[in-house]
């Protein structure tokens, strides 16, 4: 009858075969390997007609496409009158992508299927490594996917360095030169690694070296499985895990005393100021300074998270999947349906679907925080105001603008004078808005040149033996000048 049994061949010691498998294969008359590449094959019931799909791998461009043409002929196969017997290595069901396939192409033609169990290479690698994987939380990747990691484009790993990991199916040195770059991202490069060659079978041997080798050994072939031990803590100090753990360490009852006794509110000068050293950090364009703000300021994030943790407020993860859905949910262009013409498109979106997310009653610049610097929260709100349509048609309406600010300005008697200045501002900021500038940076950059240029100022008085009160109008020019110029 029509159906497809699929058969785990084990790790490769024909001994190792499960009697229900070995039952299955001598009952067939013939079977359709994923690959003939595996020692068991040679131990098959000599009258089975053997079969293989190792020519797929030779025309198709990629694995992907390898594993869906295989999946499609099992499945035209399994439709036949008398069904189909394919055969895997390992178990059926961990790390084989064809298996997967046929599984959901199975279901959608309401086809019949039967595993059948086989041992697999994580059996076999545990056993040569004398590791219990329940007790040892063992993780486990393929090494396509781990090298789908190396690159600044790459999502992020999301191993935990302190727990065991194996890399299966490390086939070839190419990619275990991609698989090392992403792992020493996690890594130290002298690491020391185990390469597990043909585990399972009477060819099997271990071969321990420092990560950064592992692209150097010509004996990497499609029987190889890469074990990785694991970090000691505090040894790994790139991973994000470790740094939890030290915030979290830090608030214990027997942590710093300091650490202990902050608050949301306390914090929240530390939170500002780390802000601002970060901002400073990019007004110098010095990534190794920026590097390092960026640190202090996760801390910041990870301090209020722990202390929002033990009030049992929230937990860092719910910030993390707060964050997450808000970006997969405002980028319907990259995670949806939705097509976008250009960036002013993505805006205009994601004012909109901001429009939907926020009560009945509440005003699109209500989220703008009021501590936010004047100008920071005034160009802010002019970017939120112009995405709904509230803005000049062209650039020459807001330089007539701020014209007829200045004018006011110098016509406006004393006691209105502070509010015609702000009107004043308020428009120079929506020109800055217009020129793509940030008013918030520029004005900042600006001050930063003041101070520079007057320490310069009485750097020269003090080298003169002069009180910079006691320059001329002058001097004054003629120095500022020259600091303009150092």
Same mark, same amino acid.
């Given at each position: 009858?029509?159906?497809?049994?699929? &058969?785990?061949?084990?790790?490769?010691?024909?001994?190792?075969? !499960?009697?229900?498998?070995?039952? &299955?294969?001598?009952?067939?008359?013939?079977?359709?390997?994923?690959?003939?590449?595996?020692?068991?094959?040679?131990?098959?019931?000599?009258?089975?007609?053997?079969?293989?799909?190792?020519?797929?791998?030779?025309?198709?461009?990629?694995?992907?496409?390898?594993?869906?043409?295989?999946?499609?002929?099992?499945?035209?196969?399994?439709?036949?009158?008398?069904?189909?017997?394919?055969?895997?290595?390992?178990?059926?069901?961990?790390?084989?992508?064809?298996?997967?396939?046929?599984?959901?192409?199975?279901?959608?033609?309401?086809?019949?299927?039967?595993?059948?169990?086989?041992?697999?290479?994580?059996?076999?690698?545990?056993?040569?490594?004398?590791?219990?994987?329940?007790?040892?939380?063992?993780?486990?990747?393929?090494? !396509?996917?781990?090298?789908?990691?190396?690159?600044?484009?790459?999502?992020?790993?999301?191993?935990?360095?302190? !727990?065991?990991?194996?890399?299966?199916?490390?086939?070839?040195?190419?990619?275990?030169?991609?698989?090392?770059?992403?792992?020493?991202?996690?890594?130290?490069?002298?690491?020391?690694?185990?390469?597990?060659?043909?585990?399972?079978?009477?060819?099997?041997?271990?071969?321990?070296?420092?990560?950064?080798?592992?692209?150097?050994?010509?004996?990497?072939?499609?029987?190889?499985?890469?074990?990785?031990?694991?970090?000691?803590?505090?040894?790994?100090?790139?991973?994000?895990?470790?740094?939890?753990?030290?915030?979290?360490?830090?608030?214990?009852?027997?942590?710093?005393?300091?650490?202990?006794?902050?608050?949301?509110?306390?914090?929240?000068?530390?939170?500002?100021?780390?802000?601002?050293?970060?901002?400073?950090?990019?007004?110098?364009?010095?990534?190794?300074?920026?590097?390092?703000?960026?640190?202090?300021?996760?801390?910041?994030?990870?301090?209020?998270?722990?202390?929002?943790?033990?009030?049992?407020?929230?937990?860092?993860?719910?910030?993390?999947?707060?964050?997450?859905?808000?970006?997969?949910?405002?980028?319907?262009?990259?995670?949806?349906?939705?097509?976008?013409?250009? @960036?002013?498109?993505?805006?205009?979106?994601?004012?909109?679907?901001?429009?939907?997310?926020?009560?009945?009653?509440?005003?699109?610049?209500?989220?703008?925080?009021?501590?936010?610097?004047?100008?920071?929260?005034?160009?802010?709100?002019?970017?939120?105001?112009?995405?709904?349509?509230?803005?000049?048609?062209?650039?020459?309406?807001?330089?007539?603008?701020?014209?007829?600010?200045?004018?006011?300005?110098?016509? @406006?008697?004393?006691?209105?004078?502070?509010?015609?200045?702000?009107?004043?501002?308020?428009? &120079?900021?929506?020109? @800055?808005?217009?020129?793509?500038?940030?008013?918030?940076?520029?004005?900042?950059?600006?001050?930063?040149?003041?101070?520079?240029?007057?320490?310069?100022?009485?750097?020269?008085?003090?080298?003169?033996?002069?009180?910079?009160?006691?320059?001329?109008?002058?001097?004054?020019?003629?120095?500022?000048?020259?600091?303009?110029?150092?």
């Amino acid at each position: 009858m029509p159906g497809i049994t699929i &058969v785990g061949l084990g790790p490769g010691d024909p001994g190792a075969l !499960t009697q229900a498998a070995r039952q &299955v294969l001598e009952a067939a008359t013939e079977v359709y390997l994923r690959t003939r590449r595996h020692p068991t094959v040679a131990a098959l019931p000599a009258h089975l007609i053997v079969h293989d799909f190792d020519y797929v791998y030779e025309h198709a461009p990629d694995f992907a496409s390898v594993y869906e043409t295989i999946a499609a002929e099992v499945l035209r196969l399994g439709a036949q009158p008398l069904g189909v017997v394919y055969a895997v290595p390992g178990h059926p069901l961990i790390g084989e992508e064809s298996v997967t396939l046929i599984l959901a192409g199975a279901r959608e033609h309401q086809l019949p299927v039967r595993l059948v169990e086989g041992l697999s290479f994580v059996d076999a690698a545990c056993t040569a490594l004398g590791l219990d994987p329940l007790t040892a939380g063992l993780q486990l990747v393929d090494a !396509t996917t781990l090298a789908a990691h190396d690159g600044p484009l790459a999502p992020p790993l999301t191993l935990d360095p302190h !727990t065991p990991l194996l890399v299966a199916q490390l086939y070839q040195r190419a990619l275990a030169s991609a698989v090392k770059l992403a792992l020493m991202e996690l890594y130290p490069d002298e690491h020391v690694v185990t390469l597990i060659q043909a585990a399972g079978t009477t060819e099997q041997r271990l071969r321990s070296i420092p990560l950064y080798e592992l692209d150097r050994h010509d004996e990497i072939q499609h029987l190889t499985t890469l074990y990785v031990p694991p970090l000691p803590p505090l040894t790994d100090l790139r991973a994000f895990s470790t740094l939890q753990g030290i915030v979290t360490r830090l608030r214990a009852p027997d942590g710093c005393p300091w650490d202990r006794q902050q608050t949301h509110q306390s914090l929240a000068p530390h939170l500002l100021e780390e802000t601002y050293e970060a901002l400073a950090a990019l007004d110098a364009n010095d990534p190794d300074r920026l590097r390092e703000e960026l640190g202090d300021l996760l801390l910041q994030v990870l301090l209020h998270a722990q202390i929002a943790a033990e009030a049992d407020e929230f937990t860092l993860g719910e910030v993390i999947a707060g964050i997450a859905a808000k970006l997969v949910r405002r980028h319907p262009h990259v995670f949806g349906s939705v097509t976008v013409a250009d @960036a002013t498109e993505v805006l205009t979106n994601w004012e909109a679907i901001k429009r939907e997310e926020r009560a009945e009653a509440e005003s699109m610049l209500d989220g703008i925080p009021a501590v936010m610097p004047a100008l920071a929260f005034a160009q802010s709100a002019q970017r939120r105001a112009a995405r709904v349509g509230f803005d000049w048609p062209d650039i020459s309406g807001v330089w007539h603008k701020v014209e007829e600010e200045l004018t006011e300005l110098r016509l @406006a008697p004393a006691a209105t004078r502070p509010q015609e200045l702000g009107d004043l501002l308020f428009a &120079v900021t929506n020109l @800055a808005r217009w020129l793509g500038i940030e008013a918030e940076d520029a004005l900042r950059q600006a001050n930063q040149r003041f101070r520079q240029r007057f320490a310069y100022i009485e750097r020269v008085c003090a080298e003169r033996n002069r009180h910079p009160e006691d320059l001329t109008p002058a001097e004054w020019d003629d120095l500022w000048e020259q600091a303009k110029l150092s």
